[in-house]
């Protein structure tokens, strides 16, 4: 076990993007193997998706920079002062608890109220579901290779830690764990 938190190495191009027999349309009748696929491939090729994700979004704030850091700002200002009544407000914070899902989805709400408030929602949601379902589509449809199993099944043990290791276990999205019970 380690405590250590790593960012899996990048992969090369010809691996991340391969040929077009590295591809296959998941069988979605059976959607524990197609989560456990996304899964696979979200750690193996998590600093890829970072690049992409990074790339995509500064070219978007590139071509639109006041929606973006207009949302960017917005988004930061609700959730600080959510976060400031909730830590004065007992009854807030037992709905968090008792509601997280719920709380979230106020918070968007609020959030996407604002957001049309100053006309930027479509561009700010656009620049992080862009990037988002380009990786999602990614990670459904890359088979897997022998290298991608032997790095996943060391995160699994423990072995090694990595951030998207710690954020689909945030998300409760880790699909092995619920193979295991």
Partial sequence: MTDQVRFAPFRKIEDFIGKAENYAVPNLNDMLRVNNRIEQNLLYYQTNYFVCFLTIFLLMSIIHP??????????????????ILSNKSPEIQRFKKERPFLNLIIVVCISGFFFNLFGFLLTFVFSICLPLSLILMHAALRLRNLNNKIENKKELLGLTKSPMGMLLEFLDFLVNEKLKE
Wanted: net charge neutral; no cysteine; charged share 0%.
């Fill in 66 to 83: 006041v929606p973006i850091f207009s949302g960017i700002f917005v988004v930061i200002g609700l959730f600080v002062v959510a976060n």
